[in-house]
């Protein structure tokens, strides 16, 4: 199918359009552009720089995409943005590309939802389907693993990753990592648990939940060090792929500090 373009859409030659395209009214698309087959362009989305829109993604409406970072010491070194398929992008989103100091690109992988006026920052990473509701926002340099769910009003601080399956309390400041399989919350987040729907949704069974459950506990007692109580949890849970991803995520390299429950009160 041909694509359709309203004829109040400004699109520069450079721009690249698959087929099947969608491109609503009042749309600007400016220089290095890629839109694969299907994409839709609600309307007044501006998209710039070098960006690539995977299949079938939709974007609503006064969403910025691609535009230069709000980092002062980006100096418009030619970084990337890359957004993958089947995404769906909501009103008032902006995203921005990489930076030199940082890994000169930014991603979002496929079947991700963005809803309304939440940002992705320079140099993050975000895997797949990941939620973020309404107002959340990321900072630099964040990595957010696939399945994800970031609750409304709620800030990421710079370079804090979040692991898979992990959940983010609405209006919650997060300024640590965050586990695979974590939940946190709070004005100055904690740790406060497991993602327990979470689990459930993806499969996990009782037993498989309270042998996480039992890791869980072990990881956040308040005895030994942290790196004893990992060696022994990973020890003790070798054979368990959830568990060993947790303890592989928290001995990762990571400039942030790990998100931990307040006063234990979660164990």
């Given at each position: 199918?041909?694509?359709?373009?309203?004829?109040?859409?400004?699109?520069?030659?450079?721009?690249?359009?698959?087929?099947?395209?969608?491109?609503?009214?009042?749309?600007?698309?400016?220089?290095?552009?890629?839109?694969?087959?299907?994409?839709?362009?609600?309307?007044?989305?501006?998209?710039?720089?070098?960006?690539?829109?995977?299949?079938?993604?939709?974007?609503?409406?006064?969403?910025?995409?691609?535009?230069?970072?709000?980092?002062?010491?980006?100096?418009?070194?030619?970084?990337?943005?890359?957004?993958?398929?089947?995404n769906i992008i909501r009103e008032y989103v902006t995203i921005q590309a990489g930076t030199a100091g940082g890994i000169m690109k930014t991603e979002v992988g496929d079947h991700c939802l963005l809803m309304a006026s939440t940002h992705v920052a320079h140099d993050c990473i975000l895997g797949n389907r990941v939620i973020m509701a309404n107002n959340a926002t990321l900072a630099g340099h964040v990595i957010v693993?696939?399945?994800?769910?970031?609750?409304?009003?709620?800030?990421?601080?710079?370079?804090?990753?979040?692991?898979?399956?992990?959940?983010?309390?609405?209006?919650?400041?997060?300024?640590?990592?965050?586990?695979?399989?974590?939940?946190?919350?709070?004005?100055?987040?904690?740790?406060?648990?497991?993602?327990?729907?979470?689990?459930?949704?993806?499969?996990?069974?009782?037993?498989?939940?309270?042998?996480?459950?039992?890791?869980?506990?072990?990881?956040?007692?308040?005895?030994?060090?942290?790196?004893?109580?990992?060696?022994?949890?990973?020890?003790?849970?070798?054979?368990?792929?959830?568990?060993?991803?947790?303890?592989?995520?928290?001995?990762?390299?990571?400039?942030?500090?790990?998100?931990?429950?307040?006063?234990?009160?979660?164990?």
């Amino acid at each position: 199918m041909v694509s359709s373009i309203h004829p109040t859409a400004i699109i520069e030659k450079s721009v690249k359009i698959g087929k099947n395209v969608r491109i609503g009214p009042y749309c600007v698309l400016t220089e290095q552009v890629e839109l694969d087959d299907g994409v839709e362009l609600i309307s007044h989305v501006t998209l710039a720089g070098r960006t690539k829109i995977g299949k079938e993604t939709k974007i609503y409406p006064f969403s910025s995409i691609g535009h230069p970072t709000q980092d002062l010491k980006y100096k418009g070194e030619p970084s990337t943005l890359t957004i993958g398929a089947h995404n769906i992008i909501r009103e008032y989103v902006t995203i921005q590309a990489g930076t030199a100091g940082g890994i000169m690109k930014t991603e979002v992988g496929d079947h991700c939802l963005l809803m309304a006026s939440t940002h992705v920052a320079h140099d993050c990473i975000l895997g797949n389907r990941v939620i973020m509701a309404n107002n959340a926002t990321l900072a630099g340099h964040v990595i957010v693993e696939d399945h994800v769910i970031i609750g409304g009003l709620s800030a990421i601080h710079q370079f804090v990753r979040i692991g898979t399956h992990a959940i983010i309390g609405g209006m919650s400041a997060v300024e640590h990592d965050v586990i695979p399989y974590g939940a946190v919350k709070g004005e100055r987040a904690n740790l406060y648990g497991l993602n327990l729907i979470g689990l459930k949704r993806r499969g996990a069974g009782r037993e498989e939940i309270e042998t996480l459950r039992e890791a869980y506990k072990n990881l956040f007692s308040q005895d030994f060090t942290l790196a004893e109580r990992v060696q022994k949890t990973a020890e003790k849970f070798v054979e368990n792929p959830r568990v060993m991803e947790i303890i592989d995520f928290i001995r990762a390299e990571s400039t942030r500090s790990l998100c931990v429950p307040k006063d234990h009160e979660s164990l």
